[in-house]
């Protein structure tokens, strides 16, 4: 492989050799040797990416509807390398189905085992806002209200981000079936408080309740936003947004 030289880059296939854009900088390289759709369709020796190639595509999906499920905790803000976390968060989760042969695999039968919930609670979601970090605090959920409250909360210990002069505090019950990727959130009235609030506790409840669809999350986020002439602005710094799961 190698880079193209010019003023004039172009794509294309001249003499035997490919010309292409990688990473946005102009590649050439010999055509041919690598693998083609009829190969991989049709070889046996080819067996184990169609097993890869068919795994990967159910997580992709999952992954997709998953985030989708979860924008009302990050709207308006982009993270990175969010998608290619998750991927491994549902690769590892898809390796947790013991019932389905290689190639077979889903999520849908990782989730459901201990294992697999524990996988989802522990895995770190916002590693540039971890809400923990930032709410050190003990969380309760109601087993029949799914209200969320924080009984021993001090907003001194608050971890609050440079220029962030409030923190908005959100939940909701996410009921998503990892097989159909249908899913319902069941949200709560977010929570905004300043630097002043003096309460010792908090308390969320969802406005609605989740009806089985699936498997039941609760998700806990934080935002951050700076009052100027009365008016709040978010604040989009990678550290001013984050969500875990309960």
């Known amino acids: 492989m190698a880079k193209q030289a010019g003023i004039l880059p172009f794509v294309g296939t001249i003499g035997g050799i490919n010309f292409y854009y990688l990473n946005g900088k102009p590649i050439a390289r010999q055509a041919g040797g690598g693998f083609n759709g009829k190969a991989i369709k049709s070889k046996g020796s080819m067996q184990r990416v169609r097993e890869n190639s068919n795994e990967f595509g159910g997580c992709s999906r999952v992954n997709k ?14 993270f990175t390398h969010l998608h290619s976390r998750l991927m491994g968060l549902f690769s590892t989760l898809k390796n947790l189905d013991l019932v389905s042969k290689r190639g077979e695999r889903v999520v849908a039968n990782g989730v459901v085992g201990a294992d697999g919930l524990e996988l989802l609670k522990r895995f770190s979601y916002t590693p540039d806002c971890q809400v ?25 210990r608050v971890g609050f981000i440079d220029g962030a002069t409030h923190i908005e505090l959100t939940y909701g019950v996410l009921d998503f079936n990892f097989r159909t990727l249908d899913y319902e959130l069941h949200l709560a009235s977010a929570l905004v408080l300043d630097t002043d609030f003096a309460g010792a506790s908090v308390s969320l409840v969802p406005d609605t309740l989740p009806l089985g669809i699936g498997t039941e999350l609760c998700v806990f986020g934080v935002r951050f936003y700076q ?20």
């Open 132 to 156: 923990k970090t930032v709410l050190p605090f003990n969380y309760v959920v109601d087993s029949v209200s799914y209200a969320l409250t924080i009984s021993d909360f001090d907003i001194n």
């Open 65 to 78: 509807a998953f985030r989708e499920a979860l924008r009302p905790f990050y709207k308006k803000h982009r």
């Open 227 to 246: 009052e100027v002439d009365d008016a709040l602005y978010l604040l989009n710094a990678k550290d001013g947004v984050g969500f875990m799961v309960l």
